[in-house]
């Protein structure tokens, strides 16, 4: 299969056979970098935020890449659920951090890594040529151009203590940019899925698959704003003096734990912008695709991104894109935070 050229925004939001924008490059920014100083310090133009999709490999199917992703993640999703129950006992009080990564307060648990493990196994069973890059290790090249970038438990915090906001995230990557991907909301059973030039969707508990479509607010001063902090104490203090100065010009700010499903959330309209620094290519890959397919506008640090320079993930929709970053940039907001 071979991607579709970028479209313009216009072209994009009013295509009476995908109205979605399925495919939609004014979902990206795609190769410009964050701190482009045409992108920090003016407010971009719906030009600059058009950019043509990726190319993918004629022996490439997205379709399938997303249909084996929602395979795996639903059974990903339900391992976990079954874990945690034999795990945390009646009151939740038997999980416990296996181990920690990049601090004291960066959990890691049995329970994801169960989960990788799985994952990395059914993928690499259904296509041993792929390569992966997984949040708990998993680490292989690719020799058939597809690398598989896996989240097994995105909020992990949120797992540990029963906050029904965590997730199963993965994503399709081909030439660094997302071509398809599943994030599933394990404690709420709700699934999106993606795949190029084939829109975005949303399945909530035994439903049928449903479009998933942006809000269409135009003022930041009246949007819903999703972010993040880091584990790192030292980068935790900038990004809480970004939220000081970025506060008082939106609506409201939500911080839920989870980026796939932050990201996600502003493809379904629970939010309309989402950002965060310093995340990892694990943490945004699938939610990428999934938040273009719906036709939002996208930064992303680049899909092997560590998180150790501090760029900056942001997702938007449409509508307010333009006017949200030049809000940020205002609040320092598109500047790197380093750990």
Known sequence: MRARGGVGMMETMTSPKNPTGPGSSFAALVGSSYNDPELCG?????????????????????VELRDLAVRVAGQAAALIRTRRAELAGPQGAGLHAHHTKSSAVDPVTEVDEASESFITGELLAARPFDGLLGEEGA????????????????GTVNFLYGV????????????GEPVAGCVVNVAQDVTYAAALGHGAT????????????P????????????????YE?????AQAEVLVRLLPQVRDIRRIGAAALDICRVADGSVDVYYEHGIKAWDCAAGTIIAREAGCAVVHPGMEADGKDGAIF??????????????????????????
């Open 314 to 339: 942001f997702a938007a929709q449409p509508s307010v894109a333009p006017a949200a970053w030049a809000t940020l940039s205002e609040a320092k907001g598109t500047d790197k935070i380093p750990a």
């Open 139 to 154: 680490a292989r090249e690719s020799s058939s151009g597809v690398t598989w970038v896996v989240d097994p438990i995105d």
């Open 42 to 62: 003016e407010v971009p133009s719906l030009e600059t935020m058009s950019a043509a999709a990726p190319e993918v490999p004629e022996d490439v199917d997205a």
């Open 164 to 175: 029904p906001d965590y997730a199963v995230s993965i994503g399709a990557v081909v030439d």
């Open 202 to 213: 949303v399945v909530r508990g035994g439903s049928s698959p449903q479009p998933v479509h």
């Open 233 to 237: 104490a030292s980068r935790r203090r």
């Open 215 to 230: 809000r269409t607010e135009t003022d930041p001063a009246l949007s819903l704003v999703a972010t993040g902090f880091g």
